[in-house]
């Protein structure tokens, strides 16, 4: 994968060193800032002073103007230079003597400082020392298997360390208190404060030129086996995977996030961050490749040139367009550190954006969507690729540059309407997912408009939640994109959200009736029904409550009936109501239910009212079939439950239109109402011969009155039985019935009184055994009651006694203890320490937490 990384500049050119003298060759770089210094094989140090232009079309050239040109007298080949810019000097190899020479006339220091028996030499980019005038620098000595460390200050040398190695090096670099050594067969990491060193990985010098490069802190690069370019630490460990160089490397350099290598033939670019190739510049018989504080320089024999980096963000530009996101995204990872935060916040923001698009257009939804969400996007850039989705009062416009190269989404699918549908559905997804967002701050109304649009044209199920939920959907536009895709309930739901209930009703209204098509709701009456029952606008409920009565009266009545209850208490008339249903007969009679049975209302009006109408309607349902259908069975239940529960409604007025028929039952309840219960059991026995029944309404008659009132009753019933008018077979039965079944609710001794002679003991046996064992029982309860009143007297008396303790006497001569006055009658309060008062100081007196006790009794003694 080509990169276009940098673009190869010349810098010094042939002429400008040698002119006409082929012979001269050039040997080492060294560039500090804008100074540029050449050393050449016939021992000559050149200086330039170089001069960066970049021109309106972006295209940089660099100019080297010829300073100094200095010649070192050793007739050897200038090996090596450094510059120390702290100390204006720099540092040159020569015939194995490194002498320190000023920056700017390249005159020798006059106390002429040397270092000898120099191979190699390093600065220490990362000194241990504090000393802020001297510089460290390492060499590798003539000496066998010896590297040695220095001091190097403005006009003097001092050595620090002497290290021995276990073969002769043949490169190095430092950090701190680390070498990383080429030696004959092998690379190393040795401490040289400590002495410890690690085996990194093993390599032939005779075969390849070794490449040891510091790259940061703590890290270095070298070139290992295999053609591999190898990252390791100090503490002998890769934390990046290798490059892959070629055999023949000659040097190596970076600028992050590239490591250039050199070989006879090329110049090779890969990537610190994914180890890839990225670019490859053809250069033939270079043989210096060095980086000098980001600018990267190579050179040949005869000339000097500058690999000069295209801006990162051109290249991550350049890789976007041609659709490869994952470079693009890992270079813009890595150009953090070499750009500020903000500008790089806001870059990268761009960049995850425009990669976001590139996914879309390929319909990689989901990495499409993290790159979206990672990048911050405004998410109109993305709603306004859809046409006519983004409100018509909307003012977005794309921002500029554009992120992507496309008008709409007709041109990016090229009207392939599967893809058209694919991206419609994730912009569905994705809209509802941003919209609770922090995203959709500022946006909500265009989000929720937008994806209201796509809901109601792709008919999906979620529309009707959007427009239940909050939402921020803008009326006109949604009202006009719901009624073009015949989605009018929706578009009721849009009116209810925005306070126009009355449209709604009337959009619902028109679909029940058939008027507009929409099958949305197949129970939209029952919803309509509801919506009135909590809507708050009286005047709608009224004015809708005759289209939903006559609809089904049973079911709009509900209206009314399943309100609140505070509304119903505050702002509706029972009585209007009533009103209103007299001409929906089973909606009168359940709203009345409603007030009697669920809301209990004690009025007597509505009681009895309910009552007439329960009446009614069975003695019409009678008139028709006089047989109990169904339903006369259910009113006949109500009625009787009602007749039986309630004591509001009027008893004689009911009766009165009750007289005549055959609701004997109902007459004898109401009889029963009255007191009458004679009457009513007559009618019980005698009319329904429902002996169960009369048994049941001694019961249900004396529920909330005392045993007695329930015994005479039961006896009541009994006489009816036996009574003269009774035929003498016909009621002997049910009468042994009653005794047998309900021995506790008669007094037995009457009972034996009233019944025949002719009865056995046999017949009724179990009510004699029933009646004797309750005389049993309540005897025995008669005296434990007896015996624990007895006892509670007993404790009474003892308290009394225990109260009264010493006896009190009371002359003439006793005093009270707070007016100090003498008794006048034998009236007195006794304190618990033995004194007494008068009843009226006692009373009187302030209490006082630390001196006044209360009394302990009162007592009238003489």
């Given amino acids: 994968m080509s990169v276009k990384a940098f673009k190869l500049v010349s810098v010094v050119e042939r002429e400008m060193l040698m002119g006409d003298k082929n012979y001269i060759n050039i040997e080492c770089l060294e560039c500090c800032g804008k100074n540029l210094y050449v050393g050449t094989n016939d021992c000559f140090i050149f200086h330039f002073l170089l001069d960066e232009k970049v021109s309106t079309a972006g295209k940089t050239t660099f100019a080297a103007t010829k300073q100094l040109c200095k010649y070192l007298g050793l007739k050897k080949p200038v090996s090596e230079l450094k510059a120390a810019s702290a100390l204006a000097r720099l540092l040159v190899l020569c015939d194995n003597t490194i002498t320190l020479v000023n920056m700017l006339n390249l005159e020798p220091v006059p106390t002429g400082a040397r270092i000898k028996g120099a191979v190699a030499f390093a600065l220490n980019e990362n000194p241990v020392g504090g000393d802020p ?7 590798i000595s003539a000496k066998r298997r010896t590297v040695q460390v220095f ?138 490749l060095q980086d000098f504080e980001g600018k990267v320089i190579v050179a040949t024999n005869k000339g000097v040139y500058i690999l000069v980096p295209l801006p990162l963000e051109k290249q991550i530009q350049d890789l976007l367009a041609s659709h490869r996101v994952e470079e693009a995204l890992v270079l813009a990872k890595g150009a953090r550190r070499n750009i500020p935060k903000e500008k790089f916040q806001v870059m990268y923001k761009r960049i995850l954006q425009q990669a976001g698009f590139i996914q879309f257009a390929q319909l990689q939804f989901l990495e499409a969507k993290e790159l979206f969400r990672s990048g911050q996007l405004d998410v109109r850039e993305l709603i306004s690729l859809y046409p006519f ?77 959007l ?46 009736d058939g008027d507009i098509e929409d099958s949305t709701r197949s129970d939209l009456y029952e919803y309509i029904v509801d919506f009135l029952t909590f ?32 509304d119903q208490e505050k702002n509706i008339n029972p009585d209007d109501i009533i009103n209103c249903l007299n001409k929906y007969p089973k909606a009168r009679i359940k709203y009345l239910e409603h007030l009697v049975l669920e809301r209990k209302i004690e009025k007597e009006k509505y009681h009895t009212h309910l009552a007439v109408l329960y009446l009614e309607a069975i003695l019409q349902l009678k008139s028709v079939t ?59 026995v005698h009319e329904l011969q429902d002996f169960g029944a009369a048994e049941e309404y001694c ?23 036996l009574g003269p008018g009774s035929p003498d077979c016909a009621l002997l039965l049910p009468a042994v019935d009653l005794l047998n079944r309900h021995p506790a609710e008669f007094d037995a001794a009457l009972v034996l009184q009233v019944v025949p002679e002719s009865w056995s003991v046999q017949l009724l046996s179990p009510f004699l055994a029933g009646a004797v064992r309750q005389s ?61 008062v008068h009843t009226h100081c006692a009373a009187n007196r302030q209490p006082n937490s630390n001196t006044t006790q209360h009394p302990a009794s009162s007592s009238n003694q003489t």
């Fill in 626 to 684: 006089p047989d109990n259908g169904a339903e006369t069975t259910e009113l006949l239940l109500k009625l009787r439950s009602l007749l039986q529960k309630s004591d509001l409604y009027r008893i004689h007025f009911i009766l009165d239109k009750i007289q005549g028929t055959d609701l004997h039952m109902e007459s004898a309840i109401l009889y029963g109402k009255l007191e009458e219960h004679e009457k009513a059991l007559q009618i019980l």
């Fill in 133 to 139: 005038f001297c510089v460290e620098l390492c060499i």
């Fill in 535 to 566: 809507c708050s606008d009286q005047d709608l409920v009224w004015k809708y409550s005759e289209w939903v009565l006559q609809k089904n009266e049973e079911v709009g009545v509900q209206i009314f009936t399943k309100r609140p209850l505070e």
């Fill in 699 to 721: 019961v249900w008659s004396s529920a909330r009155r005392d045993a007695r009132y329930r015994r005479r009753l039961f006896h009541m019933l009994l006489s009816v039985y």
């Fill in 467 to 512: 427009l239940v939920s909050e939402n921020f959907c803008l009326l006109t536009d949604s009202a006009a994109w719901l009624e073009k895709h015949k989605k009018y309930f929706a578009l009721g739901l849009l009116y209810h959200y925005n306070g126009q209930d009355a449209a709604a009703l009337q959009l619902w209204v028109k679909i029940v």
């Fill in 389 to 465: 989705l983004l409100p018509t009062s909307s003012s977005f416009i794309r921002c500029h540059p554009p992120l992507h190269e496309y008008a709409d989404l007709n041109q990016l699918t090229q009207g392939d309407q599967e893809k058209v549908t694919k991206c419609k559905r994730f912009l569905m997804s994705y809209l509802n997912e941003v919209r609770s967002t922090e995203v959709a701050n500022g946006y909500k109304e265009d989000i929720d408009t937008a994806l209201l649009k796509l809901y109601a044209e792709a008919n999906h199920e979620s529309l009707l939640d």
């Fill in 776 to 836: 049993v029982h309540t005897r025995r309860m008669t005296q434990a009651a007896l015996g624990l009143a007895q006892a509670e007297n007993l404790i009474y008396k003892y308290e009394k006694v225990k109260q009264k303790g010493t006896p009190i006497v009371l002359s003439d001569t006793k005093v009270c203890q707070v007016c100090q006055n003498p008794f006048c009658e034998p009236v007195f309060v006794r304190y618990p320490n033995g004194g007494v």
């Fill in 151 to 288: 001091l190097v200050f403005e006009d003097r040398v001092q050595i620090l360390k002497e290290v021995f190695t276990p073969e002769q090096p043949c490169a190095l670099a430092v950090d701190g208190y680390y070498l990383c050594l080429a030696l004959t067969t092998q690379y190393i990491i040795l401490n040289y404060n400590t002495g410890v060193s690690q085996d990194l990985f093993p390599y032939c010098s005779d075969e390849k030129r070794p490449i040891v490069k510091r790259i940061g802190r703590q890290e270095f690069l070298l070139a290992g086996p295999g053609g591999l370019g190898m990252f390791a630490t100090v503490d002998g460990i890769s934390q990046r995977a290798p490059v892959h160089w070629s055999e023949n490397v000659i040097g190596a350099a970076l600028c992050f996030p590239y490591v250039v290598a050199l070989d006879e033939e090329f110049i090779t670019v890969h990537s610190m961050l994914d180890q890839q190739q990225k670019q490859t510049l053809p250069f033939k018989e270079g043989h210096i």
